[in-house]
């Protein structure tokens, strides 16, 4: 595949799901000559360095389903690079805690629906028993999952984008690239950026919180737009991190694709409770007055994300109460660990999830990934992306060796 173009392949966006995918086709076509466009001067600034640093079991989703099944598989492979690599990572286990009698059904969902995921050492485990694994945790039943764990994804990306240009064949890395739009040819793609253009045969689109705007500049029609939702978190102080050992989650709501607000121990010793979902009126707005007029025009002028506020606006204001109100916020952990004090929480970090949402308001559950004759677009890769992602890496090398004809020409 030698060409007349720059580079055979270019992914756009340097974040874990790109840089996984481009470190799959490296392994399996070391010949072919890659470039990873991010358009931030470091790699995985966003999504990928923004959310809680945790490696998922694949206890939440639904049996058979493309994130059960690459979450699996991802964690796994996750583990064994980790290992393989040096990179910090942990092990710990997590509990969820059914704290209220209305939990309870839902928490023997998750825990039937984690054996039917395979997910080992899955177990109930008693009142009692909760002191044992965390000693200042409060519930009335308690799912264990003792295969969860924490890692530092970060250094996993940093990790991927060094072995692409060590095994490639004259792969690059390129910061500060922001992609402004396509130049189609019969054959090729010159790509525009900010620093310069290049041409290129293929094109992978891992664009994260940016992904539906580059699969619509490359003429996509996706069916879906992407809503930013963002995540504020808190960090336990010095003294009050030692009441929380690993990693303590309550039983989440099922009609929503967040978690709710959990305690998790991190790779470096703190402790960061959180997060809560609120729409963000910027797709890569952390602040919690951030304000976009494109960005917000674009998701509140789609008929999907006002019928997803209809439907849930009472779930909505709660949780924008709750990310103005320190004494709401801390009122959710105390549902965990009751002995938390204001004094205990500090503000922290935030994050914005990328999620796709279908013109009839639902929140798209599971992957979305649209091929066209010369590219593919990743449109929705949420939570748990990050632990699948070598997984996610692996079924985009399918099929770009399928659709691209990777190792014929």
Not at 148 to 161: M, W
Not at 270 to 297: I, Q
Not at 354 to 382: C, M, T, W, Y
């Amino acid at each position: 595949m030698n060409g007349r173009t720059d580079f055979d392949i270019i992914v756009i966006g340097g974040g874990i799901v790109g840089l996984a995918s481009a470190y799959k086709i490296t392994l399996s076509h070391p010949d072919t000559r890659i470039a990873v466009l991010e358009k931030e001067e470091k790699l995985a600034v966003h999504q990928t360095g923004h959310n809680s640093g945790v490696i998922h079991s694949g206890l939440y989703y639904e049996p058979g389903s493309n994130k059960a099944i690459t979450c699996t598989k991802g964690r796994k492979e996750l583990i064994a690079f980790a290992k393989k690599h040096r990179i910090p990572h942990d092990i710990c286990g997590k509990i969820i805690v059914a704290t209220q009698q209305k939990d309870l059904a839902e928490l023997e969902r998750l825990y039937t629906n984690g054996l039917e995921n395979k997910i080992e050492g899955i177990e109930k485990i008693s009142p009692e028993q909760i002191r044992e694994i965390e000693p200042f945790c409060d519930g009335i039943a308690v799912v264990r999952v003792p295969c969860t764990g924490i890692i530092d994804f970060v250094k996993v990306a940093e990790k991927l984008a060094a072995l692409i240009v060590t095994k490639g064949h004259n792969n690059q890395i390129m910061t500060g690239y922001e992609v402004t739009g396509f130049d189609k040819h019969d054959f090729y793609t010159r790509v525009l950026t900010s620093q310069g253009n290049f041409s290129t045969k293929y094109i992978i689109n891992c664009a994260g919180l940016q992904s539906d705007r580059i699969a619509q500049a490359d003429g996509v029609e996706s069916g879906v737009k992407i809503v930013p939702f963002r995540g504020d978190y808190y960090e336990l102080t010095k003294t009050a991190k030692e009441k929380v050992k690993a990693l303590i989650y309550p039983v989440p709501d099922p009609t929503f694709p967040f978690l709710g607000v959990h305690l998790t121990r991190k790779i470096e010793d703190t402790v960061e409770c959180g997060p809560n979902a609120v729409f963000s009126f910027k797709r890569e707005g952390y602040g919690k007055t951030d304000f976009n007029l494109s960005d917000a025009w674009d998701a509140l002028s789609y008929r999907g994300t006002l019928k997803m506020f209809f439907k849930n606006w009472r779930y909505g204001l709660s949780e924008y109460a709750r990310a103005f109100s320190r004494k709401l916020f801390l009122r959710s952990l105390q549902r965990l660990v009751p002995s938390l004090q204001d004094e205990d929480i500090k503000p922290c970090k935030s994050g914005v999830r990328a999620q796709a949402v279908s013109r009839n308001g639902r929140p798209v559950d599971d992957f979305k990934i649209e091929r066209r004759k010369n590219s593919i677009h990743v449109l929705n890769a949420p939570s748990p992306a990050a632990t699948a992602s070598l997984a996610i890496g692996s079924y985009i090398n399918e099929i770009a060796t399928e659709q691209f004809k990777l190792g014929k020409n």
